[in-house]
């Protein structure tokens, strides 16, 4: 199976961060083929580009923005918002190049009132 390494070779000139830095890509990246097996392409290539840029700003950021405004969270809830941060990032890069898998490109595309933040922050189901 082909695949990537991430190389901390002090290039930066910084090879402890580059090391961290990999470390949390890795991490990350764990947790995208974990939620990947669970719930399948589908849905993402349902949202398509927009549905996920809408999903990375009004959910998990309005989880993020509750830490800033001095509410408590779990440092749990922290962790696995900016995690699913990363990830939905980087699914939207994907998105972005066509590498999705059943992904329709401009067929069927979701209504402008569902990637509105109203309906993502009120039926959007929040991770455990």
């Known amino acids: 199976m082909k695949g990537f390494y991430l190389d901390a070779d002090g290039s930066s ?22 939620k990947h097996k669970a719930y399948g392409p589908t849905n993402i290539a349902r949202l398509g580009l927009k549905g996920v840029l809408s999903r990375l700003i009004y959910d998990k950021g309005s989880r993020l923005e509750r830490v800033l405004n001095g509410q408590d969270l779990p440092d749990e809830a922290v962790e696995d918002a900016l995690y699913d941060t990363a990830v939905y ?7 972005k190049h066509g590498f999705w898998p059943q992904l329709v490109l401009k067929t069927n595309p979701l209504p402008e009132e569902l990637c509105s933040p109203s309906t993502f922050t009120q039926t959007s189901p929040q991770p455990n």
């Open 89 to 95: 990032a980087v699914i939207a890069l994907v998105l």
């Open 13 to 34: 000139g910084d090879s402890d961060t580059e090391l961290a830095m990999a470390y949390f890509f890795y991490q990350a990246f764990e947790l995208f083929k974990r």
